[in-house]
């Protein structure tokens, strides 16, 4: 089956204690990208990464690091965790993005909670 | 600076009657719209898309409707069935001018009432 998980599916921390959530797909998609969800403010994108070994910084990067080692992985780093990281993040992966884009396919989503 | 709004938080409608979801933008650059459904506990589906050099865009009971001199998409829904009940969101990005982002509003509860 055709899917990107994400691990933990929750999960809840101290601030200051490094953490890692984990994005994985199967469809052999290039790009690879991590959102955050909050109340009244959407989704917005964090990181995403074109192919292995490219990455790049989205609307929100501040706190945040990823790297893209291999193809199928692209996990979010947290070295720091503060309560304002308190959120709803979702993976997301998708064929490569030309002029136009192209749809994503997210995962279910990983609610951590920073006290 | 909200580069991509969605300013009705949420929409009720009843079943078997039209639905639409309306976004603004701002930035002139993007180039391809998306439409996203998201039930709770779950991550966001793709529902359609448009590219800035249609007008629109069909797919069964969905369609999508830009206006580039306004900036404006819409998603129709016709006919709105119960399980169309989720949050909406719209999406732009840039891909044309060499940025790959994704800008998503803040999104639209629709619930259809049977």
């Known amino acids: 089956e055709a899917q990107v998980t994400q691990n933990p599916r929750y999960l809840i921390t101290v601030t200051g204690k490094k953490l890692t959530v984990t994005c994985s797909q199967n469809m052999n998609h290039e790009y690879m990208s991590w959102y955050r969800q909050d109340p009244g403010l959407g989704l917005r994108q964090i990181y995403y990464?074109?192919?292995?070994?490219?990455?790049d910084k989205g609307d929100v990067p501040e706190g945040y690091k990823v790297s893209r080692k291999e193809k199928r992985n692209f996990p979010l780093i947290l070295e720091s965790p503060s309560p304002n990281q308190t959120s709803l993040y979702f993976c997301?992966?998708?064929?490569?993005?030309?002029?136009?884009?192209?749809?994503?396919?997210f995962g279910p989503g990983t609610r951590l909670t920073v006290l | 600076d909200q580069q991509v709004k969605q300013n009705s938080p949420s929409l009720s409608v009843q079943e078997g009657r039209i639905s639409i979801l309306n976004c603004d933008y701002t930035n002139s650059m993007f180039d391809y719209f998306l439409w996203y459904k998201k039930y709770p506990a779950e991550g966001p589906t793709f529902l359609i898309s448009i590219s800035s050099i249609k007008d629109k865009n069909e797919d069964g009971r969905f369609t999508v409707f830009l206006n580039k001199s306004a900036k404006h998409l819409s998603l129709h829904i016709v006919p709105s069935q119960p399980g169309d009940s989720a949050v909406y969101f719209c999406?732009?990005?840039?891909?044309?001018?060499?940025?790959?982002?994704?800008?998503f509003g803040t999104g639209t509860r629709l619930k259809v009432l049977a």
């Open positions: 990464s074109m192919n292995v070994e490219v990455t």
């Open positions: 997301a992966s998708s064929l490569p993005t030309g002029l136009g884009g192209n749809e994503q396919f």
């Open positions: 999406a732009a990005s840039a891909g044309g001018s060499g940025t790959y982002k994704y800008i």
